[in-house]
C-alpha cells in the first residue's frame, strides 16, 4: 500500500502500531505475524506497515483488547515487541494500560484489558503561566499548519499592541550565551506576552487533536488557561481571544502602581500551611492545587519571609516563573480595567462542560454569569483540587494537557492518586514534540478512544 510522498508520516521519524485482539493470544499471533515480515525482508517501509496494520484494526472494533506502540525504528520495533510479548505472557489476564505499561514508565507500549472509553470521558486541561518557554511546539510549528495558521492569527490581531510580533518572542532568534537565553525567558514571561503566546500554542496544538478526531467531552483551565477552555468550548472567537489574552496582561500591567508581586510555590496542602502564614502580611493563597501544593501571591519581599517561616516548619517552598501576583489583591485594579472589556463582549452558551477555577463547577450558560465568573476570576483563589475532583466525580477518566511541560498532568496524579483514570501530558521536556502526540494517540487508542490516524497518511 503506497502512501503519498509528501504526507505528514514521511515528514517524521516515529511510528504508531495498534493491533486488536479478541484475547491475549490473538494479540500475540499479529506479533509474530509482524515479526516475520520484518525478519523477512530487508527494506521494510515502517510508514506503509504502520498505516496497513492500523487499517486492518480498526475494522475491528468490538475487539476488546488494545495494543499501541510507538517506534523510531525498525530495531527498536523489533525490541518493544518482544518487551511486549513478555508482558502479555506473564501477564494473561493484565492490568489496565494506565497502572501497568501506560502509566509511569510506559517506553512507548500501552495495553489495555479494561478500556476507559467503555464508560469514561475525555477532559482537556489547558496550561497555564509558569508553563511558557522560548521554542515552545517549535516542531510541531514546522510540520503542522494548523498551529502556524494559528500564530500568524495572533500576530495580526496583536501587530500594534506589542513592540514586535508574537511569534518572535515565541520563537527567538538562536540564543548564543546564558545571557541571551535568560533575555529571551524574560522577554516571554512578561504577563501581556506570556499570556497570549500560551493561548495560541494551545490553539494550535487543540486544532491538532481535532485533526486527528480528538475532542473532548469536558474542558477546563489553570488561571489564564480558562480563558482558552472557553474559546474550545464556543463562548468566544478565536481572535477575540488573543485580544483578551493581551489585554488582560496589558490590565495588569498598566494597573500596577510599583510592585506587580510574584508567586511561591509550597509543597503543602493549604490546611498545613495557613497558620504558618495567617499573620503575615501582603501574603494571599492563590491557587490550590492539590493536595500536597499551594500557591502563594505577594510581594517579592513577603513572599521570602514566607519562604523562610515555612522551611523552619519544614516546607518546601519556590518562586514561579511568573510576572505577576496573581488571583490574589495585587490584581483589584486590574479587575476592574478588565470589566470594561469584558463587558463589552457578546458571549455564547457553552458547547462543551466548561469547569471554572472560582467555583469548581461548571460555566453556567448565560452571558451575565459568565461575566461574572471572569471578573472574579482574575482576584480570587484558583481552586484546581476541587476542579478535579468535580470533573472526576462526572466521569472523566482521561485528561489531556494541551499546553507546554506537564504541571497539570502532575497535579491531577497528585489529586487523583491511584484511582481509575489516565493523565497525560501533549508535551515533555525529555521527548520530541512529535514523539510525545504519537504516545498521546497511541494511549488513548490502547484505552478504546477514537483516533483517526489517516491525518497522518492523505
Known amino acids: 500500500m503506497k502512501i503519498p510522498q509528501n504526507c505528514l508520516a514521511k515528514k517524521i521519524k516515529e511510528h504508531l502500531f495498534f493491533w486488536r485482539g479478541e484475547n491475549v493470544e490473538s494479540i500475540l499471533k499479529q506479533l509474530e505475524i509482524l515479526e516475520g515480515s520484518i525478519a523477512a525482508s530487508d527494506g521494510l517501509d515502517l510508514f506503509e506497515l504502520a498505516y496497513s496494520i ?16 510507538v517506534t523510531e525504528s525498525v530495531n527498536e520495533l523489533k525490541t518493544k515487541i518482544i518487551s511486549a510479548k513478555v508482558l502479555l505472557k506473564e501477564n494473561p489476564k493484565f492490568i489496565p494500560a494506565r497502572h501497568a505499561l501506560s502509566g509511569r514508565d510506559s517506553n512507548g507500549i500501552y495495553f489495555s484489558s479494561e478500556p476507559l472509553a467503555k464508560a469514561g470521558k475525555i477532559a482537556f486541561l489547558f496550561s497555564g503561566q509558569g508553563s511558557q518557554r522560548p521554542h515552545m511546539f517549535k516542531e510541531l510549528n514546522s510540520i503542522f499548519p494548523q498551529l502556524q495558521e494559528s500564530i500568524s492569527k495572533a500576530d495580526i490581531v496583536l501587530k500594534n499592541r506589542l513592540p514586535k510580533l508574537l511569534s518572535e518572542y515565541i520563537f527567538p532568534s538562536h540564543a548564543s550565551n546564558p545571557e541571551e537565553v535568560k533575555a529571551q525567558m524574560e522577554a516571554l514571561t512578561q504577563t501581556n506576552i506570556a499570556q497570549p503566546a500560551l493561548g495560541v500554542i494551545e490553539v494550535g496544538l487543540l486544532k491538532i487533536m481535532k485533526l486527528f478526531d480528538v475532542t473532548a467531552d469536558m474542558l477546563a483551565g489553570h488561571s489564564l488557561g480558562e480563558y482558552v477552555a472557553l474559546y474550545a468550548s464556543g463562548v468566544f472567537e478565536e481572535e477575540m481571544l488573543y485580544e483578551l489574552l493581551e ?5 495588569i500591567i498598566s494597573s500596577s502602581k510599583s510592585d506587580l508581586g510574584t508567586m511561591l510555590a509550597v509543597g503543602a496542602g ?19 492545587n492539590s493536595p500536597v501544593q499551594t500557591i502563594l501571591s505577594g510581594s517579592d519581599e513577603s513572599l521570602d519571609l514566607a519562604s523562610v517561616k515555612l522551611k523552619e516548619n519544614g516546607i518546601r517552598s519556590k518562586k514561579i516563573n511568573v510576572s505577576c501576583a496573581f488571583h490574589s489583591p495585587y490584581m483589584d485594579s486590574a479587575k476592574d480595567l478588565l470589566f470594561k472589556k469584558l463587558s463589552t463582549l457578546d458571549y455564547k452558551s457553552p458547547l462543551v462542560l466548561v469547569y471554572s477555577n472560582l467555583s469548581a463547577s461548571r460555566y453556567p450558560d448565560d452571558k451575565e454569569s459568565i461575566l461574572s465568573i471572569l471578573c472574579e476570576h482574575l482576584v ?13 466525580k462526572d466521569g472523566a477518566r482521561v485528561f489531556i494537557e494541551i499546553g507546554p511541560d506537564n504541571v497539570l498532568t502532575n497535579l491531577v496524579k497528585r489529586i487523583l492518586g491511584e484511582r481509575d483514570y489516565v493523565a497525560i501530558a501533549s508535551n ?30 492523505d
Open 247 to 251: 489585554y488582560r496582561g496589558s490590565a
Open 54 to 69: 492500523y487499517l486492518k484494526n480498526c475494522k475491528y472494533s468490538n475487539k476488546k483488547l488494545l495494543l499501541s506502540i
Open 270 to 288: 493549604v490546611e498545613d500551611i495557613k497558620d504558618v502564614i495567617k499573620d503575615m502580611p501582603n501574603v494571599f493563597i492563590a491557587n490550590l
Open 380 to 392: 480570587s483563589p484558583v481552586r484546581f483540587s476541587e476542579e478535579i475532583e468535580n470533573m472526576f
Open 428 to 457: 515533555v521536556k525529555t521527548a520530541t514534540d512529535i514523539s510525545q502526540i504519537l504516545n498521546v494517540f497511541a494511549q488513548l487508542m490502547a484505552e478504546g478512544f477514537k483516533v483517526d490516524l489517516s491525518a497522518l497518511f
